[in-house]
């Protein structure tokens, strides 16, 4: 039952990242209207956050799959799970923050910027399962023998 436990907090960790991206997109003109900042200002902290971001979640995601889920083939669930979490998460930030000033709807070119996100994430996710399974002394040890 820990594991279950361990596997649902790394699935719901992934979905919140993703989140992150999702909303940060989604939200720029809020962002934008909020502070105050330049347009470009705005674009170069949301690169700067979403690099930051995918190089540090990389990190914690082998470091969390080899450490709490054991580098066990069961990990590969967490490329299924982390999806419904995605949805809630987006849920209740829907209904805590509806989009109300007609300022700020997102740009229509965002729904296909998510929609290659949703494509190219679990792709992602079946890369990062697949090296924290398999470890590099492993390999060194059956090139050895």
């Known amino acids: 039952m820990k594991f279950f436990g361990k596997l649902n907090i790394v699935s719901a960790l992934i979905a919140f990242v993703l989140f992150i991206s999702i909303e940060l997109q989604l939200n720029f003109y809020r962002i934008w209207r909020i502070t105050g900042w330049e347009v470009d200002t705005v674009n170069n902290v949301i690169a700067i956050i979403h690099l930051v971001g995918f190089i540090l979640s990389t990190i914690v995601f082998v470091i969390l799959i080899k450490k709490w889920l054991n580098g066990t083939k069961a990990s590969f669930w967490s490329i299924i799970l982390w999806l419904p979490y995605l949805v809630l998460f987006i849920f209740i930030f829907a209904n805590l923050f509806p989009i109300t000033n007609r300022g700020d709807t997102p740009a229509p070119v965002s729904g296909l910027l998510i929609l290659g ?5 679990p792709i992602y996710l079946l890369v990062i399962n697949a ?12 090139a050895v023998e």
């Open 117 to 121: 996100q949703l494509i190219i994430y």
């Open 131 to 142: 090296f924290s399974t398999t470890t590099i002394f492993e390999i060194e040890e059956n």
